[in-house]
C-alpha cells in the first residue's frame, strides 16, 4: 500500500488480526501526511475515519467490515455534529456503537475513533 498510515504516539499496534477479528487502536485527526492534529471536531473526526480506512485498507478490509466502533469525545456537547458525520460514512447496518464523553485525549484531541472489523481469515 503506497498511503501513509499515521503512526502511533505511544507503544501499540496500529492494528491486530485476532482470526477473523481486526481491532483498530482510536485514531486521532491526524494528518498522515503532516504528522499534525488538524482543526475541529468534524475535521479531526473525518480525518480519523480516513485514518482508519486506510489502515483496513492495507488489511484488505473496509469500512463495511466494521461491527463496532468507540468514539471518544473531549466535549459531548459535538455529540450531534459526530452524528451527523458519522452518518455520511456508515450506512444500515451500522456498525454497533460506543459514545463516550472523557475528560482528555492525547495531544488535546477533541474526538477519537476505534473499530472492530470482521474480515475472511
Known sequence: M?????????????????????????QLGIDPQTNQL?????????????????????EGASLTDIVKTTV????????????????IYFSEPYPARSTYAVNTLPLNAKVEIEVIAMVSE
Open 2 to 26: 503506497s498511503e501513509k498510515l499515521v503512526q502511533p504516539v505511544g507503544p501499540y499496534s496500529l492494528v491486530r488480526r485476532a482470526g477473523s477479528l481486526l481491532f483498530v487502536s482510536g
Open 72 to 87: 471518544l469525545l473531549a466535549d459531548m456537547a459535538d455529540f450531534t455534529t459526530i452524528n451527523e458525520l458519522y452518518a
Open 38 to 58: 488538524v482543526g475541529g471536531v468534524e475535521k479531526q473526526l473525518s480525518t480519523a475515519i480516513e485514518n482508519v480506512k486506510r489502515i483496513l485498507a492495507s
